[in-house]
């Protein structure tokens, strides 16, 4: 069993910049890959970034330049800058922890809450 639990989400005018956090405990030692998803209403959840334990980063083209996944392996902890935020970006945003591939999950946190104003 792995947990997770995101934080950082919050109010932002657009233009600004915000920094999610997802902190990892359990079974860690065999995630492959943490990813950040978002899910707007009326949406489908989709994935935005994710790393794996080798170091490997995967963008989706809507977050490219604007966002930065990384990770502090001593804190367990995977973020994602986000940057130069639009209302567009306005949604609920996972973190996922995969045992196997970087676009298929295991588990999910509860999700934190982006919302950013025009």
């Known amino acids: 069993q792995v947990q997770l639990v995101e934080s950082g989400g919050g109010l932002v005018q657009a233009g600004g910049s915000l920094r999610l956090s997802c902190a990892a405990s359990?079974?860690?030692?065999?995630?492959?890959?943490i990813g950040w998803y978002r899910q707007a209403p009326g949406k489908e959840r989709e994935l935005l970034a994710a790393?794996?334990?080798?170091?490997?980063?995967n963008y989706d083209d809507s977050v490219k330049g604007r966002f930065t996944i990384s990770r502090d392996n001593a804190k367990n902890t995977v973020y994602l800058q986000m940057n130069s935020l639009k209302p567009d970006d306005t949604a609920v945003y996972y973190c996922?922890?995969?045992?196997?591939?970087?676009?298929?999950?295991?588990?999910w946190g509860q999700g934190t809450q982006v919302t950013v104003s025009s």
């Open positions: 996922g922890a995969s045992y196997g591939s970087w676009y298929e999950y295991d588990y």
């Open positions: 359990g079974s860690i030692s065999s995630i492959n890959a």
């Open positions: 790393i794996t334990r080798d170091g490997s980063l």
